[in-house]
């Protein structure tokens, strides 16, 4: 079993592990993988913090209920390590002078004070770190490396660590995986320090254990945020970049054995910029994604090793552009299922579970008695029953985060049109034991895929009444909710 560990540090690094997760549970990474996933980040509020931990929770839940290893989708264990506050400790002193106790040290040691005064802007002195680094590394970098002093004793680490080690213990060549922006606060300060501590930390295993990282380079800009008064200023993303990949090189590099860089010719901008919080939640891009499609690339060895992960074409995103071999394929099949579900077969398994008449139902349905029971007779379960009721209820939030995510890759380019045809609507989960009537049937899956072509004899898969014909004669292990969407995975 191949073992993955993802850590996302800072709101760019919370993106990457969104996508990670999406692809995880669509299989792109294979079947045989357990993947662990952490994320860091000093704004324990920010919004794209909080996106990507209900991302994984509603992975983590579907994939209890649907996982069978015979099918690629949730096929993979997740496990989920939480959330990691570099200020935890510091939670009393939320500005660096008050971490770093500014009026003693000056009482012990005028020249030490001084010194902090040079390295240390005024106003940077008494920021509120509750919302973050605000794009300065440098504060980062003090804060995140203090973890120095615990030796990776609190928190989530030790299980961490643990779990690592064991791995290496058991023969098996884990892989440590970072994801974070080099040009704003968090991540350029956290996933270099991260990476140097992990390497000494695993120093007794260093040698069986693959650390990589894809670096995120500028890819997005945004106006000045109107509610404080130090934040991440895109006019210094070079400059941090700059800084960010000499200490990498320098360093930092051979820690890693591999880190890719990631970036985009043409920044896409965000209309509401903040420098931190809830507010604080961005789009996804497919430049993230891209960045997640790397977590299985082969890493090389040695010193330097660092990859450029391109596109054809800068201002559209196309399927060939990902790297991996199952990427593409895995997603196009997760998308298609996700979305016939999300317009019909949702709606269908309500409106089942209102009939009083199983029978009746069936008429027009053939594929429902292949899953579920007509009568007490069978050993299927009942469509009404309280665990296929948690099992639709968890698919369908699964599958509306993952259309919503990826709606917004769709729309992350210069125009509407890369990757899938996803017209504008809402998509959210429905809270309820009836049909939702905000989603209006759609029947045609033939131009949801962009550059996706079927033969001629195969444009059955076009259509979900035809799919849904094909279900009536599959054959599988598995019944009930979890059978149902497993086959149509695999046929679609």
Sequence with gaps: MKKLYVLGIGGTGAKCIQAAVHLHASGAYGKDVRMGV?????????????????TVHCALDAGDLFRDT??????????????????????????????YREAGMRAVDTGLGELYDCLVAPEEKQADLSLGFRGRPSIGS????????????????????????????????????????????????????????????????????????????????????????IYAEAKNFTLNTDAALQYLARLAGDSFNCIYLVGDGTKQRYERPSSGGPTQNNPSSCIELIAASAVTADAGSGYGNGAYLTVSDDSLMTWEDFPGETTSKSLKATLRTCYAWHFNLYNELREAQRYSSKTSFTKSAPWFDRFFSLSERTNRPDVEREDQSRQIAAFDKWSVDFLQWFQQLCWSGSAREQLADIRDCSFKPYDGLEPDPSRAYLESLERLVIGQTVAKREKWRDSIDLLKNHLADSKHSLEGTAGLVNNLYEII
């Design 38 to 54: 952490l994320l860091v980040d000093a704004d324990a509020s920010n919004g794209n913090l909080q996106s990507a931990r209900e």
């Design 142 to 229: 003090a804060v995140v490396s203090r973890i120095k002093s615990t030796g990776f004793s609190q928190g989530p680490w030790p299980e961490l660590i643990n779990d690592i080690q064991a791995d290496c213990a058991n023969g098996d060549k884990p892989r440590i995986h970072l994801f974070g922006s080099i040009f704003g606060g968090t991540g350029s300060s956290g996933l270099p320090t991260l990476g140097t501590l992990l390497s000494r930390e695993l120093k007794g295993v260093r040698d069986a254990v693959e650390i990589t990282a894809s670096v995120l380079l500028p890819y997005f800009d945004f106006d000045v945020p109107d509610d404080e008064d």
């Design 70 to 99: 015979n099918v690629s989708l949730f096929s993979g264990a997740l496990k989920n390590y939480g959330y990691w506050n570099p200020l935890g400790e510091y939670s009393d002193r939320l500005t660096l002078s008050d971490i």
